[in-house]
């Protein structure tokens, strides 16, 4: 299933999904096309009055190809009834498979994917390199993994694999930690939840309890795979057990430079681990070191989603990440040694994420002009008075809230352009998931929203564009898959530009694996140099701009 080199100029795309500017007449960046396209999914949290925890932390959802038509398809966690519950009508995750018109066809009954878990997070990677992608569930309960058989069938291989995370686990990443070819699995673990704790806000009301009331922590969990779809779990001999802590968001990516991927986890309201690959097996935390583990105030913060971009264009990987009401979403700036420094507040990113709870966030060049900018997704987790334009229910316009956009000036300094965001963030719910990917291949990241307690939200992005764009997708042959975590570097008019390719960030969810550059003016790409994730780097050729490339490894030469 070798992929050659493949160029293609503004891809065909149907006219329900590629309408660009047809909805945007008065300027928004984004067209909500969820009933146009489909897309049929309420999330249902099981509330029963009892203000379980697991009911408020939503879950996520993924763009994936599953049928490998080369179009993206869907897959939304469902929530139902918790396992602490009475009642037991399980409610199962949806697959939506996108047809050649643009629209979506529910196929959960024939796929395989109907999982009746309690729905948290969701991976998509080749586990068994055979160029179908495979699916990892997270639940609050048992985990589940999916094999692709082929066909549009997926199936149940959980036990045989070896997966037995029965917890509540959250985000969930594939990751060739030890660069053998085959993908690992690094799981973050929330909490050990008591479903007899009750909590009050201060109106004296009932209402959701913080993770900090039940101080009782999974460590979180490293599967290794074996390269027969069987997995060993290495979390105690690898160190990733040493402690535990409430985790949600998870990157993987090489932080130190060695060649070798790391992790990182968002911790709510506890320090943040960064665990650097030692090479052996072993992974040590270096968070306080490299200065990502407290704020600029040296306190943990509620950390929930977080993402990975070059935000000052020099040439390295800056985080964001999203935090609760009061704390402010923080920004951590590369300082290009070893290390990271919380900017939050001189960039931009601080007064106006105040008073929101954020979760799902993404960079993304939303203008096309070479620089990343930033979304970001909210909902409440404490009861609050419902907001104006809050319109999912009684009980749900408690905790809803609109979500934001920012306009990067090319130095990192970040400007609150949400007004801009059409009903992306006009709408008022609690937004939960935020997902990427391009749905119309017309060269932008469109945008899968998962709302707790309301519908899932299809946006195609209609944002203006000041230049050309360039879309790689990083392929490695031998493997017959995406290559996870590979980091692409775009010259293009003199100014070089870094993106990451990998599906593990934002929350809960699994995005789209390519790079998207932006070019201002639509310079041409002079070249492209990838990193692949075993740490060898290979020099390709440029392009003209406006084009998606699949670059294979092994085809380009050693810079």
């Known amino acids: 299933m070798a992929r050659q080199l493949t160029l293609l100029t503004w891809l065909g795309c149907t006219l329900l999904l590629c309408a660009r500017g047809a909805d945007a007449q008065d300027g928004s960046y984004f067209a909500d096309i969820t009933v146009e396209a489909g897309i049929d999914f309420d999330h249902d949290p099981g509330v029963e009055g009892f203000y379980w925890a697991p009911e408020v932390m939503g879950s996520g959802g993924a763009f994936l190809d599953f049928d490998g038509d080369g179009d993206l398809d869907i897959y939304l966690l469902q929530g139902g009834y918790l396992p602490e519950s009475k009642n037991k009508n399980e409610k199962p995750n949806q697959l939506f498979r996108q047809n050649q018109n643009g629209s979506f066809e529910d196929v959960t009954a024939t796929s395989g994917l109907g999982n009746t878990g309690y729905g948290t997070g969701v991976a998509v990677g080749d586990i068994d390199n055979d160029g179908l992608v495979d699916v990892y569930v997270a639940n609050y309960g048992p985990d589940a993994l999916f094999r692709n058989q082929g066909g549009g069938k997926f199936a149940d291989i959980t036990a045989s694999a070896g997966i037995v995370d029965n917890a509540w686990s959250a985000s969930v990443g594939f990751c060739d930690y030890d660069a053998d070819g085959f993908l690992d699995v690094y799981v973050s673990r929330y909490l050990i939840n ?26 979180d969990t490293l599967y290794h795979n074996d390269g027969d779809a069987t997995f060993t779990d290495v979390s105690e001999q690898s160190g990733i057990a040493s402690v535990g802590a409430p985790g949600l968001g998870v990157l993987c990516h090489d932080f130190t430079g060695d060649g070798l991927m790391d992790f990182y986890v968002a911790n709510d309201g506890e320090a943040n681990r960064l665990w650097e690959n030692m090479g052996n097996g072993k992974f040590e935390d270096q968070a306080v070191l490299m200065g ?9 913060e509620a950390s929930m989603g977080v993402t990975l971009g070059d935000v000052d264009g020099d040439g390295d990987f800056d985080m964001f990440m999203t935090h609760l009401i009061d704390e402010t979403n923080t920004l951590y700036l590369n300082d290009g040694t070893w290390g990271f420094e919380d900017v939050t507040s001189a960039r931009g990113l601080g007064a106006s994420s105040l008073k929101f709870t954020g979760f799902g966030t993404s960079f993304i060049d939303l203008d096309v002009d070479g620089d990343v900018d930033l979304a970001v997704v909210n909902g409440r987790v404490d009861q609050g008075t419902p907001l104006p334009g809050a319109n999912v229910g009684e009980f749900w316009n408690m905790y809803a809230e609109p979500n934001f956009l920012y306009d990067n000036d090319g130095r990192g300094k970040f400007t609150d352009i949400s007004p801009k965001g059409g009903r992306f963030t006009a709408l008022v719910e609690a937004s939960r998931g935020l997902v990427l990917g391009d ?6 990241f469109d945008f899968l929203v998962t709302n707790s307690g309301s519908a899932a939200r299809l946006y195609r992005n209609d944002a203006p564009r000041k230049g050309g764009f360039l879309m790689v997708t990083t392929y490695d042959p031998a493997r017959e898959r995406v290559a996870h975590g590979a980091v692409i570097t775009v010259n293009a008019g003199g100014k070089s530009y870094v993106r990451v390719s990998d599906p593990a960030y934002s929350y809960l969810s699994s995005n789209e694996p390519k790079a998207h550059f932006g070019f201002p003016g639509g310079a041409t790409v002079e070249s492209i140099r990838i990193r692949w994730p075993d740490g060898s780097d290979e020099l390709f050729p440029g392009v003209g701009p406006n084009q998606s490339i699949t670059l294979e490894k092994g085809k380009g030469r050693k810079p």
Not at 195 to 219: E, I, L, W
Request: hydrophobic content about 20%; charged content about 25%.
């Open 194 to 219: 008591d479903s007899t704790k009750k909590c009050v806000s201060d109106s004296g009301a009932m209402d959701y309890c913080s993770p900090q009331s039940f101080n009782r922590h999974h460590p």
């Open 292 to 300: 990502a583990a407290l704020n600029s105030f040296g306190r943990p």
């Open 439 to 444: 749905i119309d291949r017309d060269g932008d």
